[in-house]
């Protein structure tokens, strides 16, 4: 299966297809979901010799917390493409790919702070002959999420006053740390299994912990015994290698295009900031510290530093036949 084929299917969602300088045929050729072309908004000068072939596919709508891929099918290589979601305009990087150029986006929302309902998706293309802006909306649908009670130390639900510095300042690296946006993409579909265990805490989880409601969940927990190794989901780079009062011994990878991976409460860290590493290379363990009721490894995955449900990037059994 192609790169980008399982994240394109992943929902059972209505996919579009929007672009322009295309008879309409040829896209349905390219995609069998509803075809919608949209107007153009012109950025700059446009000229009438523009006639590149452009397609972007994209989801129609998408549940709060869903991670969805966007791709950008172009004619010849552009100068510049842009993506606009949610008031952040993000760089791609181009590639060839089987007589096209390409650009890929992981776009999504975030079950905290996500405002339900249509919201623009824009695409924007520079070249010797012009300057395009496509849009469309995509529409954003609320979800139920259960609830979780766990029972845990007070310190860790209520944290000391002497403490209260070292979290401001490991929330404030976090923070910058899910800021960066790199150009070149890193990241291949499917991502990598971080480990082989079952999901124990969903994405999306109302938590309530020691009686106190709490931020929900913005990531999953996986099932491990300590020391049980951790994986990379894709190639990148480590930009947060340390500690942390809630996290316990986190790494924090970025793969390019806002792409950010999370690794908390391992036993071990094994890489240092800095290091490059491949797809499916090992960087830590699996451990309990942290905030934790036992070990496991929870792992977030940051969009533009939207916090997105992880598993449906993640590779499954079909992906990798004869694996275990």
């Known amino acids: 299966m192609s790169e ?28 069998a979901c509803a075809l919608l072309v949209f107007a153009l908004s012109l950025l700059g000068s446009f000229l009438p010799a523009f006639a590149e072939e452009i397609i972007v596919l994209c989801p129609e709508r998408i549940f709060v ?45 975030d079950v905290l702070n996500s405002t339900l309902g249509e919201h623009e998706l824009a695409v924007y293309t520079k070249a010797s002959n012009g ?22 130390p007070e310190k860790m639900v209520t944290p000391p006053k002497d403490v209260l510095d070292r979290i401001t300042k490991e929330q404030k690296r976090v923070r910058e740390v899910l800021a960066m946006r790199s150009l070149k993409r890193l990241w291949e579909l499917p991502f990598v299994r971080p480990v082989p265990g079952a999901v124990t805490s969903e994405y999306g989880l109302t938590r309530v912990l020691n009686g106190k409601p709490k931020n929900p969940h913005r990531g999953v927990d ?20 340390e500690e942390h009062y809630f ?28 290091d490059l590493v491949e797809a499916g290379a090992v960087i830590g363990n699996v451990g309990s510290t942290g905030r934790v009721t036992g070990p496991h490894l929870h792992l977030g995955i940051g969009l533009q530093g939207r916090m997105v449900d992880p598993m449906p990037l993640l590779a499954t059994p079909a992906d990798h036949p004869g694996e275990d």
């Not at 760089?91 to 890929?104: I, M, P, Q, T, Y």
């Not at 300057?131 to 954003?140: D, E």
């Not at 996290?247 to 991976?261: F, M, P, Q, R, T």
């Not at 409460?265 to 240092?272: F, K, N, Q």
């Open 4 to 31: 980008f084929k399982r994240l394109e299917a992943l929902t059972g969602m209505k996919k579009v297809t929007f672009g322009v300088g295309i008879p309409a045929l040829k896209l349905r050729s390219i995609s």
């Open 65 to 109: 917390g869903e991670p969805f891929l966007v791709t950008v099918y172009m004619e010849s290589k552009p100068e510049v493409v842009e993506l606009s979601w949610l008031g952040e305009v993000l760089s791609l990087d181009v590639r060839a790919d089987g007589g096209h150029f390409v650009s890929a986006a992981l776009l999504g929302t």
């Open 131 to 152: 300057q395009l802006r496509i849009a469309r909306s995509v529409k954003v649908i609320g979800k139920e999420f259960k609830e979780q009670r766990l029972s845990l």
């Open 222 to 241: 996986l099932r491990g015994a300590t020391g049980d190794p951790v994986k990379a989901v894709a190639a990148g780079r480590v930009v947060l290698a």
């Open 247 to 274: 996290a316990g011994k986190c790494i924090y990878l970025d793969h390019g295009n806002g792409v950010i991976s999370a690794y908390m409460h391992l036993s071990h860290i094994g890489v240092a900031e800095g």
